[in-house]
């Protein structure tokens, strides 16, 4: 097989576990604010059936590109420690492929964060063994560390 074979094959792979986890992990909430949103998150595999979208990312080009895809309906340019929320106001919190690219120290911070955030689910999702991601569309934010 292959090499870009194989990579479009582990990608597909990558998207059906996603799209499993989502449907299973944030089951049930009505408002999800996602961390990191980029400019192709996850949520955009799930049904939309009255379900608040917010995604928060630093870099505005991934934020243009996520509003012209329609996938969430508001969106906030800012830190995914994301203090301008209040406690509780998300039923369902999601941080797909954003903590690996933080440092120890914020990535405590993200996390104090996300359970603040919160009143029914949490959801982390993280590269299986080392997954390595350059800066996607000249974003300083989008390396693994």
């Known amino acids: ?9 582990r990608t597909n792979v990558q998207r059906f576990f996603e799209k499993l986890a989502l449907a299973k ?3 049930g909430c009505s408002s999800i604010l996602d961390l990191g949103c980029g400019d192709g998150s996850p949520p955009r595999f799930l049904p939309p059936k009255g379900v ?8 505005e080009p991934s934020l243009r590109a996520s509003l012209a895809r329609r996938i969430h309906g508001d969106y ?7 203090s301008c929320f209040r406690d509780r ?11 690996e690219q933080l ?5 405590r911070v ?15 999702m993280c590269p299986n063994g080392f997954l390595w ?7 300083p934010h989008g390396s693994n560390l």
């Open 1 to 9: 097989m292959e090499l870009n074979s194989l990579a479009r094959l």
């Open 133 to 139: 991601k350059n800066s996607e569309l000249g974003n």
């Open 52 to 59: 608040r979208g917010v995604g928060v990312d630093l870099f």
């Open 76 to 82: 906030v340019r800012g830190d995914a420690t994301v």
């Open 103 to 107: 440092s120890k120290d914020k990535g």
């Open 25 to 27: 992990g944030l089951a």
């Open 110 to 124: 993200l996390l104090d964060s996300v359970s603040r955030l919160a009143t029914k689910r949490v959801v982390i």
């Open 89 to 99: 106001s998300f039923e369902g919190v999601l941080a797909s492929h954003l903590l």
